[in-house]
Nanobody, 127 residues
Framework: QVQLVESGGGLVQAGGSLSLSCTASGRVLGTYAMGWFRQAPGKEREFVAA????????PYADAVKDRFTISRDNAKNTVYLQMNSLKPEDTDVYYC????????????????????WGQGTQVTVSS
């Protein structure tokens, strides 16, 4: 079993920045693709960004492209999401997720394909 714990959420003004972290613990063996999703009350979980185990593949949702950056440190079992130029519409609960994959370049962008989820961290952007 793998446990994921997010941190770094909070309140920020529009145009500001926040950095989220997600650290995995437990039976972290093998290769895992990681991802960030977000969800507002009453809405479906939305893909934000993903990263392959190698770190070389990093797809983004159009809504966050050129503003958010996903990265990872495998030695620390941690994935990061740097969020710049934040907008009020970025307000959501952000979740990190881990998916067991067969190689180091595979990425996963669909929520149903992930095996483990964190508890979520609230990001609020005021206008």
């Amino acid at each position: 079993q793998v446990q994921l714990v997010e941190s770094g959420g909070g309140l920020v003004q529009a145009g500001g920045s926040l950095s989220l972290s997600c650290t995995a613990s437990g039976r972290v063996l093998g290769t895992y693709a990681m991802g960030w999703f977000r969800q507002a009350p009453g809405k479906e979980r939305e893909f934000v960004a993903a990263i392959s185990y190698s770190g070389g593949n990093t797809p983004y949702a159009d809504a966050v492209k050129d503003r958010f950056t996903i990265s990872r440190d495998n030695a620390k079992n941690t994935v990061y999401l740097q969020m710049n130029s934040l907008k009020p519409e970025d307000t959501d609960v952000y979740y990190c997720a881990a998916a067991r994959v067969q190689n180091t370049i595979e990425v996963v962008t669909t929520a149903t394909s992930y095996d483990y989820w964190g508890q979520g961290t609230q990001v609020t952007v005021s206008s």
